[in-house]
């Protein structure tokens, strides 16, 4: 059984740091693409920033970059998104995916991801 667990959200004010992680287990994810998702209420679901399987690609939302940044550790199933400069409209709740297509390429298409987390919420106050 596939499962992703995010953790490291919270509550941080305008300006704060955080970072976000999420462990896999279940399935090899080592050869997939790993992104980051968020979606705040009444908002569809968007991508923040996805990494290919050895970190040597990756793609971010433009409303993010310069601030987050997203890595990987295929040793521990892991993908982490650093997030600095928070901003009120950061809050979110944030779910990591896993790819399905072996050595792809990063992307924001909802299609290309088969395994999702539970999410972790972010609230960032102003």
């Known amino acids: 059984q596939v499962q992703l667990v995010e953790s490291g959200g919270g509550l941080v004010q305008a300006g704060g740091s955080l970072r976000l992680s999420c462990a896999g287990s279940?399935?090899?994810?080592?050869?997939?693409?790993m992104g980051w998702f968020r979606q705040a209420p009444g908002r569809e679901r968007e991508l923040v920033a996805a990494?290919?399987?050895?970190?040597?690609?990756?793609v971010y939302a433009d409303s993010v970059k310069g601030r987050f940044a997203i890595s990987r550790d295929n040793a521990k199933n892991t993908v982490y998104l650093q997030m600095n400069g928070l901003k009120p409209e950061d809050t979110a709740a944030y779910y990591c995916?896993?790819?399905?297509?072996?050595?792809?390429?990063?992307?924001?298409?909802?299609?290309?991801?088969?395994?999702w987390g539970q999410g972790t919420q972010v609230t960032v106050s102003s």
């Open positions: 279940g399935r090899i994810f080592s050869s997939y693409v």
């Open positions: 995916a896993v790819g399905w297509i072996r050595f792809g390429t990063p992307s924001g298409r909802d299609n290309d991801y088969s395994d």
């Open positions: 990494v290919d399987w050895n970190g040597s690609s990756t």
